[in-house]
Nanobody
Framework: QVQLVESGGGVVQAGDSLRLSCAASGGTFSTYSMGWFRQAPGKEREFAAAITWVNRNTYYADSVKGRFTISRDNAKKTVYLQMNSLMPEDTAVYYC????????????????WGQGTQVTVSS
């Protein structure tokens, strides 16, 4: 099994930027696609972004497209989420996860999860 630890969250003003990191240890990483999900209070966990192992193709939810950028550094076993032009509706706990197969946008198709990092955006 792989352990995932997110970091980089915080409290920011609307329009600001944050860079989230997810460090992996204790298992394989480089051969897996990775994703970022987020969960706001009272809402279901939703897909934010994903990056594949092959070719590092990226996928984004419509709500973050054009503002967020996902990337990975396999040598460091780390995946990143650059978050620009943050809005109050981006407020949520952000989780990184390892893909197990299926559909990259589906929460149930990931087999390892971090504990999350809080992102709060004030207006």
């Amino acid at each position: 099994q792989v352990q995932l630890v997110e970091s980089g969250g915080g409290v920011v003003q609307a329009g600001d930027s944050l860079r989230l990191s997810c460090a992996a240890s204790g298992g394989t990483f480089s051969t897996y696609s990775m994703g970022w999900f987020r969960q706001a209070p009272g809402k279901e966990r939703e897909f934010a972004a994903a990056i594949t192992w092959v070719n590092r193709n990226t996928y984004y939810a419509d709500s973050v497209k054009g503002r967020f950028t996902i990337s990975r550094d396999n040598a460091k076993k780390t995946v990143y989420l650059q978050m620009n032009s943050l809005m109050p509706e981006d407020t949520a706990v952000y989780y990184c996860a390892r893909f197990r197969g299926g559909q990259l946008r589906k929460t149930d198709d990931y087999d390892s999860w971090g504990q999350g990092t809080q992102v709060t955006v004030s207006s």
